[in-house]
């Protein structure tokens, strides 16, 4: 990564990218990939979800990236799931088309950094967006 100054936050964008835009990238690319569009002031809206490891190493990068990178407070992470009601037909279906994508589609996945993004809170009903002033 090369060092980086976001200055003084002015606005942001809320950006959505499909999984098929990211699914054939290795872990690397996928995280170099979010993390620029994190870089650029934006919230990402990325449908469906990383794999636990990725999740892992896009925290782990970020905690690193505190040091190095001006202005740059970390990020604020929440994945939102489809229902869990699902009958046992219902999730086999699920857990085949997941496998055949590559990815879990029924799942949304918000990134954005700290330094926009307050706090995510999710429950069953709604998920609220907090952020800074």
Same mark, same amino acid.
């Given at each position: 990564?090369?060092?980086?100054?976001?200055?003084?936050?002015?606005?942001?964008?809320?950006?959505?990218?499909?999984?098929?835009?990211?699914?054939?990238?290795?872990?690397?690319?996928?995280?170099?990939?979010?993390?620029?569009?994190?870089?650029?002031?934006?919230?990402l809206i990325l449908q469906g979800k990383l794999l636990p490891e990725e999740e892992t190493r896009l925290i782990g990068d970020t905690m690193a990236m505190i040091r190095h990178v001006k202005n740059?407070? @970390?990020?604020? *992470?929440?994945? /939102?799931?489809?229902?869990?009601? +699902?009958? #046992?037909?219902?999730?086999?279906?699920?857990?085949?088309?997941?496998?055949?994508? @590559?990815?879990? *589609?029924?799942? /949304?996945?918000?990134?954005?950094? +700290?330094? #926009?993004?307050?706090?995510?809170?999710?429950?069953?009903?709604?998920?609220?967006?907090?952020?800074?002033?």
């Open positions: 990564m090369t060092k980086r100054n976001l200055g003084k936050i002015k606005g942001f964008s809320l950006q959505f990218l499909p999984f098929n835009e990211i699914r054939d990238l290795n872990s690397s690319d996928r995280i170099k990939k979010i993390l620029d569009i994190i870089l650029g002031n934006n919230i740059f407070k @970390g990020i604020e *992470l929440a994945v /939102i799931s489809g229902s869990n009601r +699902a009958n #046992i037909l219902q999730k086999a279906r699920q857990g085949i088309a997941n496998a055949i994508s @590559g990815g879990d *589609l029924g799942a /949304i996945t918000i990134i954005g950094p +700290a330094t #926009i993004v307050k706090e995510i809170k999710k429950n069953p009903r709604k998920i609220e967006l907090l952020l800074n002033k």
